[in-house]
């Protein structure tokens, strides 16, 4: 699993998140062997997960005890059990079985930015699949995303996440000619990797990069700016600094990037990442 430092931190709005599971992931993923006849994957591109891994992790995240932890997510709107509500546990078992939660569409692999492109590795890819999420539904049109991960036993379902992030940005990189997407959680940025450009998928991503995109090396400049000096094993990882990265401090884009991101994102910011390793401690902002 990617991981840029142990206090990066996602610029967020607000968003619904039920922790499973907290473990540190060594390796979400193996990448799987390409199909006969499928092209090799682009300068920087990350290299596809085998449609059988794909599989292995919808059928954890479709079985019975995963679908009731569903149901009562939905049953409470995405508000954890620690969370104040006042719902009964007969009233939020009905609501439960209302809910009736399904898989819907496929189930994907996730990229995330990759510490190695950040440190300038030379051949390192862009992102790395850093878990695989199935989109959920409820009777009611509720969406949710389940993240799972391969462990030594198999696959396990960490999270339950409100909306439909995770499935939604490849969906839309695949309508708009293909290509890898893959996210910059530091500053909750999607993008596609299309044509040896990095093109923006969300406004955060635009912010970041501009409506055009920028080119790889240009983009690999960019985010070793922001995050090169907060690779495990720096000062600022040692310091054990829980300030995060602050986007405002960003300098702009090169080579037809954007501009300097916001101080506004700053004051989003909302805890820590997961990119360290240290678990999966998430939220979403919803998007309006």
């Known amino acids: 699993m990617t991981d840029i430092s142990k206090a990066a931190v996602r610029t967020i709005a607000a968003r619904t998140a039920w922790v499973t599971v907290l473990l540190a992931l ?25 449609a059988a891994e794909l599989a292995q992790a919808r059928a954890a995240a479709q079985s019975p005890a995963v679908l009731d932890k569903l149901g009562h997510f939905f049953a409470r709107k995405g508000v954890p059990p620690t969370g104040g509500l006042t ?22 692999a996730v990229y995330t930015l990759d510490r ?9 890819a862009v992102a790395k699949a850093e878990f695989a999420a199935s989109r959920a539904v409820s009777a009611d049109g509720q969406v949710a995303s389940v993240w799972t991960v391969r462990e030594a036993g198999g696959w396990r379902v960490v999270n339950v996440a409100s909306g439909g992030d995770e499935s939604d940005y490849p969906a839309l990189a695949a ?17 596609v990797l299309r044509g040896g450009r990095v093109l923006p998928l969300d406004d955060e991503a635009r912010r970041s990069v501009g409506a055009g995109g920028i080119d790889l090396a240009g983009y690999q400049r960019l ?66």
């Not at 190695?116 to 390192?124: E, K, L, Q, S």
């Not at 401090?249 to 700053?266: E, F, K």
């Open 26 to 50: 060594g390796t979400a993923f193996a990448p799987g062997a390409q199909a006969a006849g499928a092209p090799a994957a682009g300068a920087g591109a990350p290299a596809p997960v085998a």
């Open 87 to 108: 719902l009964g546990a007969a009233e939020e078992a009905r609501a439960a079985g209302a809910a009736a939660p399904r898989l819907s569409g496929e189930t994907v």
């Open 116 to 124: 190695d492109f950040v440190a300038g590795t030379p051949g390192a």
């Open 175 to 191: 309508s708009g000619g293909g290509g890898t997407a893959f996210r910059e959680p530091q500053i909750n940025a999607w993008y």
């Open 223 to 288: 985010v070793h700016q922001r995050y090169g000096d907060k690779l495990p094993g720096s000062a600022y990882d040692r310091a054990g600094e829980g300030g995060g990265y602050r986007p405002d401090a960003a300098a702009p884009a090169t080579s037809g990037g954007g501009s300097t991101l916001p101080a506004a994102a700053a004051a989003a910011a909302l805890g820590v990442t997961a990119l360290t390793g240290g678990g999966l401690a998430l939220r979403r902002r919803m998007r309006g």
